[in-house]
């Protein structure tokens, strides 16, 4: 964030103590849009290092640590149930944490430690697979673990630094759609297959050349069940518009 997202940085350390029950999960399984892999890869190190996974930036970010533990068993019984529903994935004991998995807990649970695994995306980008990868990590809804999507609803590299009041329009269009589609008064097995079609929506395009940063919300979505509904939990039209939801 660099101090460019100042309001998007205040609700990330705020979404814990104005969202989040008050019993601290015992893991944090963490969907990152910068992490793409065919089969899907687990982060399994007891203790991961850190990937800076960025080139060009101040001095201090290849500075920052986020020192919390990894769980080998939370690893291994993620990969217990893709393996149960048919999904290749592999344990990956050498990746550390990247800018997707540090930033956000960086700003949530600054003091690091609550033990955390990523999960990568499947690097076809296909919705349908990546839906899958989230809807199998639905029984871990009842085991205290809080599954996080880190991505962005709206990731369009060219527009962040050439904005124009097109791509400003168009970014306010696709947020109005994710915030109708996610709309608290439907529960989610009616809503995955609306935001499976997401192509379709105004402005989607505009918003996302590529999908991957999109996905971690829809896996997040999937992995809630068919019976949870969506919260919108922060929303910033200032630049190009963003939004934040939970699913409970």
Known sequence: MLGRQPELAKHMAETVQKWLPEKKPSAIVVLSAHWETKPVSITSSPKPGMYYDYSGFPPETYSYQYPAPGHPQLAQRIKDLFDKQG???QLDSKRGFDHGVFVPLML????????????????????????????????????????????YTFHNMHAFFHPSDQTMKQSRLFNDWLQET?????????????????????????CHPREEHLLPLFMTAAAAGADAHARL????????????????
């Open 87 to 89: 999904i290749p994935s």
């Open 108 to 151: 949530m649970y600054p003091d690091a430690n609550i033990p955390v695994v990523a999960v990568s995306m499947d690097a076809s980008l296909s919705v349908e697979r990546n839906m899958a990868i989230g809807s199998a990590l639905e029984p871990l809804r009842d085991e205290n673990i809080l599954i996080l999507g880190s991505g």
């Open 182 to 206: 996610l709309a608290p008064s439907q529960t989610l097995s009616s809503i995955l297959p609306q935001l499976a079609m997401w192509e379709g929506a105004p402005g989607a395009r505009v």
């Open 233 to 248: 939990i922060w929303s910033d039209t200032n630049d190009h518009a963003v939004s934040s939801f939970m699913f409970v």
